[in-house]
């Protein structure tokens, strides 16, 4: 069984039921068992700042599913929710990202692991130390990266309470 990490963040339309859809979609797949969640976080946009905020999560799957298998799920699920992106590094209703797949390291352009900006992004490491904080990237710890992120940008992630 490989174990897999997901990034799903969205800043269009109801952002709330995109996040919760995403995570319906993967438990309805066959060839994944146990997903786990980590908290929600509303996050200043990274990239391209002037759009809204986004909702972040990660996730934390089991599954059958080789690298390549896993990418054109998500992908389904991102045209399910009709992911719609009209700017590069701009609004979107879903994203749904493999971070880590096991140790598999991959440097084919289609699907780079473990994702390139993880390091750079506290939407990605602060919802990733909710489900692992033993996760290492170029053998440094996601803590240690984290501690590298100017105050203002941890402070721009802020953990979601009682959304209904
Ligand atoms: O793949 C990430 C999409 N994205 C995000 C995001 O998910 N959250 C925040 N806060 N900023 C972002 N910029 C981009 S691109």
Redesign the pocket.
Known sequence: MNKAYL?I?TNMGNRFDNLSKACELLRDSDSIYEVKESKLYE??????TEQAD?L?MCVEIETEFEPYELLEYCQKIEEELHRKRIVH?GP?TI?V?ILFFNDVVSTDERLLIPHPRIQDRA?VLIPLMDLNEELLINKKSIKEYLNLLSAKEIEEVKELVGYE
Request: hydrophobic share 25%.
């Open positions: 990034g963040g996050t200043k946009p990274w990239g391209y986004f972040n590094w979107r994203d990202d939407f």
